[in-house]
């Protein structure tokens, strides 16, 4: 490191999503001396968080809430001084409904993504046969499989619960947070705790019964996903990104700024070249980057520096959504809207994944007397409607919602999202993808990745992953204290 970088090290964040923004925030953090400078392509930061507040609705325009079954949500929000701002979801309408033959049903009590903690709802559920109900029953004397490898999604539901399970409840609940193909969802890189129950209990049935007897009561009627285990800020989520943005230094972030290429700076450390850097540069010469970018436009950064590694992040698929965010008054909608929201399993034939009732987990999110929905259509099943324009898509979602929730007359808000190639897809073998990445990453010193494809889907484990990789880049540094050594 030359004598300058060893007086004020210079570290680069490459994209200003969340996941970089927990970089770089923990990057100041623990070296608040260095020369730290975040480059983002867009004229914002955030990626694809985004608030919008507008008449008197409060919309998220991607995720809107985070669970806090991992820490570093939580966290980081405490720290940005918002962990008082945190609000949980409505206690009132904490159960989920599955569409079946275009009507909605309540998903039975205690049924979580893919394993029942109770089965009187399972047994009088009008979601499954009699053959269906029966067939799950069986899965509490099905042996475990005791080989090892990783497993679809489909194939371990339907050895364990059958196929009736599988499509009208699992394939729903899970396509509706990772909008994956279940024939290709490993199970190892996503609900892998379901695999550990098999293995250690013989059945999920009668592991779930087992666990939930240690819960409190107040969760035990949870239904799909843990929703009392999830929170966000009152302000939006677009709150967390200007708190991180406000932490760090003046003029530390270059927007509308992209990175082209890295190289190997003759004195050492890393040469960001790109288009739209500050002061007019075509380069600038780092010690140390994380590149919080796309897997893809991460493959294309590193190519040069190592093919193999580049061909295993470009061989990560992604999916994406379309979301469109619609207000009504609440007397144009006829369904009770008592609960979170519904998904839709693929075999309705119907161009929708799910509907969040978002002003029903959280009631400020719509204007007294209204209502907020947002409907999510795409998914690896159906790529062409994340990019469908909003003059088709439109007018195809109110159609499905009028018939779903007896919806009159036309709404007093709309605003659609679209998020095409967003969603890394965690097919069978992901988990040993990342690993190899990982150790590549191990032969390029001063260079840490993060993002959604390495480790969860999920606003925490993009946090995680952020600061993961700025401890990587400053331990590299001999900077800051407790700095790890993963990507």
Known sequence: MSDQAAARPRIAVVGGGISGLAAALRIIEKAPSCDLVVYERDARLGGVLETVQQDGF?????????????????????????????????????????????????????????????LWPLAVTPLLSPLGKLRAALEYFIPPRRTD????????????????????????LVSGVYAADMERLSVEATLSQFREMELEYGSLIRAMRARMRQQPKSRASDSGARYSLFVTPRHGLSSMVEAISARLPAGSVSL?????????????????????LPDEASSRQFDAVV????????????????????????????????????????????HPLNSMGAVVPAIENIPLLAISFSSQKYAHRAPEGHVLLRVFAGGAKRPELAAMPDAELVPLVLDHLRRLLGIRGEPVYCRTAHWPGTMPQY????????????????????????GNYLQGVGIPHCIDTGERAADT???????????????
């Open 427 to 450: 097919h069978v073998g992901h988990k040993q993808v990342v690993q190899r990445i990982r150790e590549r990453m191990g032969k390029i010193p001063g260079i840490a990745l993060a």
């Open 256 to 276: 509308r700024t992209e990175v082209t290429r890295l190289e190997p700076a003759p004195a050492g450390g890393w040469l960001v070249v790109g288009r739209g």
């Open 58 to 118: 409060q919309v998220e325009l991607s995720a809107d809430n985070f669970i806090t079954t991992v820490p570093w949500g939580v966290e980081l929000c405490r720290r940005i001084g918002l962990g008082d701002q945190l609000i949980e979801t409505n206690p009132a309408y904490r159960q989920t409904c599955v569409v079946r033959k275009g009507r909605l049903y309540k998903l039975p009590d205690g049924f979580l993504m893919m394993a029942p903690s109770r």
């Open 473 to 487: 880049v400053l331990a590299a540094l001999r900077l800051g204290e407790g700095a790890g050594h993963e990507i």
């Open 149 to 172: 490898g990783d497993e679809s999604m489909a194939q371990f539901v339907r050895r364990r619960l059958g196929k009736e399970v599988f499509e009208r409840l699992v394939e729903p």
């Open 291 to 334: 590149l919080a970018t796309p897997a893809s436009a991460a493959a294309k950064l590193l190519a040069p520096l190592d093919g193999e590694l580049s061909s295993l992040l470009s061989g990560i698929e992604h999916s994406g959504t379309a979301i469109v965010s619609i207000g009504f008054r609440r007397e144009q909608v006829a």
